[in-house]
């Protein structure tokens, strides 16, 4: 079935299964690299876009409902020559080992603190439960999302 | 088009990864080396450094480790490429070796590209693994090596060009000129660029002292974390190749299930489906895109004989000390009974480790195009060279038809999925004529990887009356099967076992023979005996009766190196075993320590962790107390394999005795790898191992039923979230810029488990001697001391 879905800016027409997980149709049909298939079950959170503002499993979210939301992923944000300034924080901080895990950080607190700029620190806490990061760069995150947190409020 | 010129045209974004991760834009690498975009068309990078270069297979010859040119080529634009054998594991190693190349070849990292593990243009350094990229790349040979040759062979090429002797130059940002006179030099370009160096590497080349360092030993951030928060950089995950379809395994659904029948009918008219291919056990569905496959493979109706049964999980510890095995004595004084009869008084303690697994955050993936004419395989795999051989064996074919190229996987941490998936692409590829990427499900990577062993230890000690240890005797039973395929035994992870391929064989012995030399064979011995053998003290302790026995016994599940592989096991066994030993003599475990140790250095680590935490002297556990919630303090150290790195950590830890949970609240870190390299990389390893040590000390246990494993998500198997309770951290390196190069990042982990279990002793007067310290586990070991009036 074909279907058009905006994503990073750009609208995208394409022909699949409407019960194709949103997370195929970003890294299969429009070869981004962002989203990565992690556990397929919604418990890791390397499958992480910005769905109509708020952070989704793309691995566990049909395509098909995805409507006209916008969706944003990792490399919606920015370049590494141009990097959002949550991205930045995040090398500011070193704040990786392998890399594979960071659209489930990045995005889940990204959309967070578009919600809610004052989020406290067990907002983002809450908002990371359900990301892993297996390389166990938790603390560097943490202090990464703070630093940007605090910038912007600042 | 020839196949043969697809693929090759298929390395342009790896191309592009290799700068990107380089730290380089495209476009400021294309406008600024012409030579080596060329290059990255594989065929004549090969050809430029020297290589035959055949289809896409590749390297009849392979890669000779002693030419220059296999590690060092510079371009007319002096621009260096450099070749490693080591790849990034997501352990800094791909920054930390451009540092080094770029600080012995005196450039600009601006100037260098790294190229790391493919087995036509890389050469052959085994494995990436075990703490030993440090002691291979960064000491006396390897890529350091081969980066002061270059040097050494530019500074005399220059030497004729200028007709001045060598002595007179030096190496600076690229250009080699006269020590009076800067105005008098030449660029590396103009030495050698674009040619060959067409010399061997020089075992005599001198390295930089480490005082001349400006890049090396330089907090220098990741070349590639850029690359990685904003997606540009290319994952195994992402490797799209023309004409890819997508395959997805079904896997046996008991242990020792095989295959009886596949009936291919039960998935007819699926949409995309391609293929259903069968070998011996093995049974994957192709279809065209990734969702087909996945959905066709779930609905394929598969015949499985019932599965070989597993031994009870309850009672599986004390299972492993019937079973037959294969012994290994690693030091043995001879008088350990005789000492132990007459010591004041003798302490006795066994310590249980379950199976973990490797868990990586992203299943396994690989991407396989299997021609007649040449195999292109990209893969995670921690050891290229060795894959292409067990690939060759799975398919039937020949080594030198296979390239195999490493993509960036997600972290391993030791052996994961990276192998097995590739032999899994392999095959559905070779079936149907074009190239397949497999990414594994969750529960096909959980259930079938290469755990970590399980660990049975006995310890006993014997302590005069001045409360000196006399006499120590470890005693092991582990289980293991398989392993890492090596380059001949592709049984030794699940699909070559479910093709037809067998573990490598376990071989009983019993009584293990006498040793001949001493082996810290994963810190087998504790630190603290002498570890004498053939009258030679291999150990840092110094306890002087002593004896260390293993037993290996033959697991169920496949087994493999898992971070800091029976090391940590082993250290969880010594360093609780020390602390209670202590609490029995009276005596505080920091001071208690250092008295039974030799090695100045591991004191050193102790020191400075006991300092950095404000350790205050005295004895554990604390006094009972009714609180809600108890504080403890707890330590442990050890000096990995004796030589390869000093750790030392002191935890602070908080235990809830109503629901037994347990919150490690500050851990401090002291850490001596010799020099270090880059001092932001090596922190953030410490910091990750500290933390990966925590999730795996008080939640992380593989779990079964009598047919199959139960730990097949993250419902089922537990990780700290990224949202989840962490410690505050404090890590002290001490820096050795004279010594030798070490691993370290299997350092910090050793640790931790008794660092905690230690601390959860000073809490609350018990001691757990089982990982993982889940809450129902402390919980109902406090209640029964209450009970019992021991707290
Ligand atoms: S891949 Fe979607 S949550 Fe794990
Ligand atoms: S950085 Fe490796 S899983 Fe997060």
Redesign the interface.
């Known amino acids: 079935m074909m279907m058009t879905l905006k994503v990073n800016g750009r609208s995208h027409t394409v022909d699949v299964?409407p019960?194709?997980?949103l997370l195929?149709v970003l890294?299969?049909d429009l070869?981004?690299?962002?989203p990565?298939?992690?556990?397929?079950?919604g418990?890791?959170?390397?499958c992480t876009a910005i769905v109509g503002g708020r952070a989704v499993r793309s691995c566990s979210t049909p395509v098909s409902s995805v409507g006209s939301a916008e969706v944003v992923?990792?490399?919606g944000?920015?370049?590494?020559?141009k990097?959002h300034p949550l991205?930045k924080a995040?090398?500011d901080e070193?704040?990786?080992?392998?890399?594979?895990?960071?659209?489930?950080?990045?995005l889940s607190a990204k959309a967070l603190l578009d919600r809610n700029p004052k989020a406290s620190d067990a907002d983002?806490?809450?908002?990371?439960?359900?990301?892993?990061?297996?390389?166990?760069?938790?603390?560097?995150?943490?202090a990464a999302i703070k630093k940007y947190a605090d910038g912007r409020t600042a | 088009m020839k196949p043969a010129r697809r693929t090759i045209l298929k390395m342009t974004p790896d191309a592009r990864a290799a700068f990107v991760n380089a730290g380089f834009t495209r476009r400021g690498f294309i406008k600024s080396s012409g030579a080596l975009i060329v290059t990255f068309s594989a065929a004549s990078l090969a050809a430029r450094v020297g290589f035959a270069q055949g289809g896409p297979g590749g390297a009849p010859s392979g890669v000779p480790v002693d030419r220059l040119d296999s590690w060092i080529a510079i371009a007319a634009d002096g621009r260096v490429t450099a070749y490693t054998g080591k790849c990034e594991l997501g352990q800094g190693l791909f920054t930390a070796q451009a540092q080094l190349v770029a600080e012995e070849l005196s450039i600009p990292l601006s100037r260098l590209t790294l190229l790391q593990c493919d087995t036509s243009i890389t050469p052959d350094q085994g494995t990436t693994s075990g703490a030993q990229s440090h002691p291979t790349n960064f000491n006396a040979g390897g890529l350091a090596l081969a980066a002061a040759s270059a040097r050494e062979a530019l500074v005399k090429l220059a030497a004729t060009r200028l007709n001045v002797p060598v002595e007179q130059l030096v190496a600076v940002d690229g250009v080699v000129r006269l020590t009076t006179d800067p105005s008098r030099s030449v660029g590396y370009g103009e030495l050698v660029g674009g040619r060959k160096f067409e010399v061997a590497i020089d075992k005599n080349a001198k390295r930089k002292p480490s005082r001349d360092w400006t890049i090396l030993g330089k907090p220098v951030p990741r070349l590639d974390i850029p690359g990685l928060v904003t997606a540009e950089a290319e994952f195994v995950h992402n490797v799209r190749v023309d004409g890819m379809l997508h395959g997805r395994v079904v896997r046996p659904p008991a242990v020792g299930a095989t295959l009886i029948s596949v009936d291919e009918a039960s998935i007819a008219g699926m949409p995309g489906v391609v293929r259903v291919v069968v070998k011996n056990s093995f049974v994957g569905v192709v279809a065209e895109k990734p969702w087909q496959a996945i959905q066709a493979a779930g609905k394929l109706a598969v015949k499985w004989t019932p599965g070989t049964g597993l031994p009870n999980q309850r009672g599986s510890y004390e299972y492993l000390r019937t079973l037959p095995s294969r012994d290994t004595l690693v030091v043995d004084s001879g008088d350990v009974e005789a000492k132990l009869a007459g010591a004041a008084s003798i302490i006795k303690a066994t310590y249980l480790y379950p199976y973990q697994m490797h868990g990586s955050v992203g299943s396994s993936c690989a991407v396989a195009d299997v021609r007649s004419d040449g195999i292109t395989i990209y893969a995670a795999s921690q050891n290229v060279h060795a894959l292409r051989g067990t690939t060759a064996m799975v398919l039937g074919r020949v080594r030198d038809d296979v390239r195999v190229i490493f993509r960036r996987g997600s972290g391993c941490y030791g052996i994961n999925g990276a192998d097995t998936v590739a032999f899994d692409a392999a095959l559905m590829s070779q079936a149907v004529g074009r190239p397949v990427r497999v990414q594994l499900a969750r529960k096909d990577e959980m259930a079938w990887e290469n755990y970590g062993l399980p660990f049975v230890i006995d310890q006993r000690v014997g302590v005069d009356a001045s409360g000196t240890i006399v006499a120590w005797d470890y005693e092991a039973w582990s289980a293991a099967r398989g392993g890492r395929p090596g380059g001949g035994n592709p049984g030794n992870v699940a699909t070559g076992f479910v093709a037809g391929f067998q573990p490598g064989a376990f071989a009983p012995r019993t009584p293990s023979p006498a040793p001949t030399q001493f082996v810290a064979d994963n810190n087998t011995a504790p630190a603290y005996v002498r570890g004498r053998v053939a009258g030679k003290d291999g150990g840092v302790g110094t306890v002087q009766s002593e004896r260390a026995l293993t037993h290996r016994v033959l697991s169920p599940f496949f087994t493999g190196p898992l971070r800091a592989p029976e090391r940590l096991q082993n250290t969880f066994a010594h360093e609780s075993f020390l602390d209670e030993i202590a609490t029995h003599v009276k005596a505080d475990p920091v001071e208690y320590r250092t008295r039974h140790l030799t090695d100045q250095r591991l004191k050193d680590v102790i020191n400075a962790a006991a300092r950095t935490a404000g350790w205050e002297r005295r004895l554990s556990p604390k006094p009972v107390s009714r609180d809600r919630v108890l504080t403890g303090r707890g330590f442990a150290s050890q000096a990995c394999e004796v030589d390869n790195s000093y750790v030392a950590m002191a935890a602070d830890v908080e235990v809830n005795p109503s629901t037994g949970a347990v919150v490690v609240k500050r851990l401090v870190i002291a850490a001596d790898a010799g020099p270090i390299s880059n001092p932001d990389g090596l922190k953030n390893q410490l910091e990750g191992g500290a933390f990966h040590g925590i999730s795996r000390t008080l939640l992380e246990e593989v779990t079964w039923d009598d047919q199959k494993v139960t730990a097949v998500d993250w419902r089922t198997y537990h990780s700290i979230p990224v949202g989840g309770d962490i410690p505050h951290i404090e890590v002290v390196l001490i820096n050795q810029p004279a010594g030798k190069a070490m691993g370290a990042g299997e350092t910090s982990i050793v640790v931790v488990g008794a660092a905690i279990g230690n601390a959860i002793f000073d809490a609350t007067g018990v001691r757990l001697r089982e990982v993982p310290f889940t809450p129902e586990r402390v919980k109902a070991a406090i209640a029964a001391a209450r009970t019992l009036g021991t707290r």
């Open positions: 299964d019960t194709t997980p195929y890294s299969d070869g981004l690299r962002g990565k298939f992690g556990c397929g079950l418990q890791c959170g390397s992923t990792l490399e944000l920015g370049t590494s020559e990097p991205q995040f090398i070193q704040a990786a080992q392998c890399g594979f895990c960071l659209s489930g950080p990045i983002i806490k809450q908002a990371l439960s359900g990301v892993l990061c297996r390389c166990f760069t938790h603390q560097r995150m943490i």
